[in-house]
C-alpha cells in the first residue's frame, strides 16, 4: 500500500505561482514513478506531468510544458510539482499518483490507467 497526500493547493492570481508537494508512505517511494493529473469541473481527468523514479525522465502535458516543473526527493519521499506562469486554465483538482505496477521503470506514464495509488486531491484556483 501506499498512501499519498497532497498539499501546496491555494488561490492565485494568474501569472502567479504555487508549489505542490505529495508526500509519500507505505512503500518504497523511491522506486516508483509518480505522476501529477488535475480535474476541472465537468472534464475529465487529464495528464499534467510525470517523473521516473530516479528523478532522471521527466514528461509534460504540452498545456503546461514550459510553466511546470516536476520533482521528487526520494530521501523525504516527496514529489512536487512547480507551478509558474498560472493561468485560469490550470484551475483544477491536482492529484498526484503512484505507479506501482512497474519496478524502477526508467520511463513514467501518462496514461491515469497505469497508476494504481492516488491521493485525495488539492484545489488549484486561478483568478484573472
Known amino acids: 500500500q501506499v498512501q499519498l497526500v497532497e498539499s501546496g493547493g491555494g488561490l492565485v492570481q494568474a501569472g502567479g505561482s504555487l508549489r505542490l508537494s505529495c508526500a509519500a508512505s507505505?512503500?518504497?517511494?523511491?522506486?516508483?514513478?509518480m505522476g501529477w493529473f488535475r480535474q476541472a469541473p465537468g472534464k475529465e481527468r487529464e495528464f499534467v506531468a510525470a517523473i521516473s523514479w530516479s528523478g532522471g525522465s521527466t514528461y509534460y502535458a504540452d498545456s503546461v510544458k514550459g510553466r511546470f516543473t516536476v520533482s521528487r526527493d526520494n530521501a523525504n519521499d516527496t514529489v512536487y510539482l512547480q507551478m509558474n506562469s498560472l493561468k485560469p486554465e490550470d484551475t483544477a483538482v491536482y492529484y498526484c499518483?503512484?505507479?506501482?505496477?512497474?519496478?524502477?521503470?526508467?520511463?513514467?506514464?501518462?496514461?491515469?490507467?497505469?497508476?494504481?495509488?492516488w491521493g485525495q486531491g488539492t484545489q488549484v484556483t486561478v483568478s484573472l
Open positions: 499518483a503512484a505507479d506501482t505496477y512497474n519496478y524502477k521503470r526508467v520511463s513514467a506514464p501518462r496514461r491515469l490507467q497505469e497508476y494504481d495509488f
Open positions: 507505505g512503500r518504497t517511494f523511491s522506486r516508483y514513478a
